[in-house]
């Protein structure tokens, strides 16, 4: 802003200057003329004053007068003239001055321009990439992570995952998922109804009853989601879409609908550079 404003008030001192140079420059011209006319008048009366064959008259007085006085006149005249253009010459090198800072700010503004619209796209670009780093965790932390939380269906509070070179950790610690969407976990609801309509007609295999029973217990009274083993096991199963479409899809939008709050907060990662040495932590952010 402060290179829009300096560039503006040098805008408006150069058309400033513009103007009043030729407000000079026409001053200058008419100088110019008058002192042509007034040099005709002088030639004139030297002409008439030469073919005068009557002397001592008023008329030859009148003629050597303007004759005589000219010189004068033309030194004023001169001097009237050379004002307006040292007028000239100064408005015009304050102008040169003034188009040399612009050119200097303008040149300045661009590459200031330039640097902001850098610092905008890399911090949009990092934004975008710790965005997609944050999806692509949660991810990994519904599809991966949770249902290893369950023991002997028991939710455990921590689980650890150790590089086989036995340098690197992973600490998962999760203590509760919430249902954070409440339209999507509603869409989930509608196609698991719909999965019970469609089975509870029908005779059903020991697999598809294990799974009719197993989905019946991710519900309290059919209107919620009941957070703990049962629907992180449901979540972490690869269903077919085929022969599943309705609770596949549920899977779905109960993905997109739960969260595990300040997610950041409950993984620590740690790596150490032998195996004997000491776990130390390592900077999430």
């Given at each position: 802003m402060k290179f829009k404003t300096k560039i503006a008030e040098l805008g408006r001192l150069?058309?400033?200057?513009?103007?009043?140079?030729?407000?000079?420059?026409?001053?200058?011209?008419?100088?110019?003329?008058?002192w042509t006319l007034e040099y005709g008048k002088h030639l004139s009366a030297a002409e008439d004053l030469a073919k005068i064959k009557i002397h001592n008259t008023a008329k030859e007085k009148a003629l050597?007068?303007?004759?005589?006085?000219?010189?004068?006149?033309?030194?004023?005249?001169?001097?009237?003239r050379d004002i307006f253009r040292s007028k000239i010459r100064s408005i015009e090198e304050t102008l040169i001055q003034l188009g040399l800072e612009l050119a200097r700010l303008t040149e300045q503004e661009n590459g200031e321009v330039g640097a902001i619209d850098e610092i905008v796209t890399q911090v949009f670009a990092l934004n975008g990439t710790v965005v997609r780093a944050a999806a692509d965790l949660g991810e990994c932390l519904k599809r991966h992570v949770f249902p290893r939380l369950i023991t002997d269906d028991k939710l455990c509070s921590q689980v650890s995952?150790?590089?086989?070179?036995?340098?690197?950790?992973?600490?998962?610690?999760?203590?509760?998922?919430?249902?954070?969407?409440?339209?999507?976990?509603n869409l989930a609801k509608l196609e698991i109804e719909k999965f019970f309509l469609k089975f509870q007609a029908t005779a059903m295999d020991p697999n598809t009853k294990a799974l009719f029973e197993l989905t019946k217990q991710i519900l309290i009274e059919k209107t919620n989601f009941k957070v703990g083993p049962d629907l992180y096991r449901f979540l972490g199963m690869d269903?077919?879409?085929?022969?599943?479409?309705?609770?596949s899809l549920a899977q779905l939008y109960l993905r997109q609908s739960i969260r595990s709050e300040k997610t950041n907060s409950y993984i620590r990662i740690y790596e150490?550079?032998?195996?004997?040495?000491?776990?130390?932590?390592?900077?999430?952010?």
């Open positions: 150069i058309a400033k200057n513009k103007r009043e140079r030729e407000k000079a420059a026409g001053k200058e011209e008419r100088s110019r003329k008058k050597k007068e303007k004759i005589l006085s000219w010189p004068q006149r033309s030194r004023e005249l001169t001097k009237n995952f150790t590089s086989s070179n036995g340098l690197r950790r992973v600490v998962a610690m999760v203590n509760t998922m919430t249902i954070v969407q409440g339209d999507l976990a269903l077919d879409e085929e022969v599943f479409p309705e609770l150490r550079d032998r195996f004997t040495d000491k776990w130390r932590v390592v900077p999430q952010s």
